[in-house]
T-cell receptor, first 113, second 113 residues
Framework: GESVGLHLPTLSVQEGDNSIINCAYSNSASDYFIWYKQESGKGPQFIIDIRSNMDKRQGQRVTVLLNKTVKHLSLQIAATQPGDSAVYFCAENNAGANSKLTFGKGITLSVRP | GAGVSQTPSNKVTEKGKYVELRCDPISGHTALYWYRQSLGQGPEFLIYFQGTGAADDSGLPNDRFFAVRPEGSVSTLKIQRTERGDSAVYLC???????????FGPGTRLTVL
């Protein structure tokens, strides 16, 4: 698989490979982090979340890793499929800030058949 | 069950006109959020309701923007004297409580000519 930071907006992977999407967040007070997937013409779709008292959480084919020391979040997608092609956003939330989410810029994941 | 719904899906208006955008949250969700998404960017927070009251309206860009949620369910985002710069996708999200997972609707694409 390949990894990319938010400074590179597009990630291209071969179908079946693992994908790693990285995100650097800015607010050290953030205590809740979410990954959303957005397909063209649709609203963001919840993928997985993690709270600051954890450093790893697994879902179906997806894993989120949180490193609070360096304020870094990553999304790992196992066995990437064509249906995974979309824009992926990380979002952070500070529960003390009335629950509004602050979104990163987004990364386009393109899956090659 | 049904997700968040938004109407209309597309709205084209002329500069200076008034528009209303509607959001129907997931049944039972007490928290409702409005975000705005410009092309190639992540969603940006506008306003957050807890029940009928606006708990945080710090994201509204100016006094031409106003939102209501009179019965604690459906919400309407109102934009007066629209400007071309208001063109964007307006997204609504709802959650069970203030720090619950936010689920997004499909958005309303507003185009101001």
């Amino acid at each position: 698989g390949e990894s990319v930071g938010l400074h590179l907006p597009t990630l291209s992977v071969q179908e079946g490979d693992n994908s790693i999407i990285n995100c650097a967040y800015s607010n050290s007070a953030s205590d809740y982090f979410i990954w959303y997937k957005q397909e063209s013409g649709k609203g963001p779709q919840f993928i997985i979340d993690i709270r600051s008292n954890m450093d790893k959480r697994q879902g179906q084919r997806v894993t989120v890793l949180l490193n609070k020391t360096v304020k870094h979040l990553s999304l790992q997608i196992a066995a990437t499929q064509p249906g995974d092609s979309a824009v992926y956003f990380c979002a952070e939330n500070n529960a003390g800030a009335n629950s509004k989410l602050t979104f990163g810029k987004g990364i386009t994941l393109s899956v090659r058949p | 069950g049904a997700g968040v719904s938004q109407t209309p899906s597309n709205k084209v208006t002329e500069k200076g006109k008034y528009v209303e955008l509607r959001c129907d949250p997931i049944s039972g969700h007490t928290a409702l959020y409005w975000y705005r998404q410009s092309l190639g960017q992540g969603p940006e927070f506008l306003i957050y309701f807890q029940g009928t009251g606006a708990a945080d309206d710090s994201g509204l860009p100016n006094d031409r923007f106003f939102a209501v949620r009179p019965e604690g369910s459906v919400s309407t985002l109102k934009i007066q004297r629209t400007e071309r710069g208001d063109s964007a996708v307006y997204l609504c999200a709802s959650s069970v409580g203030a720090d619950g997972t936010q689920y997004f609707g499909p958005g309303t694409r507003l185009t101001v000519l």
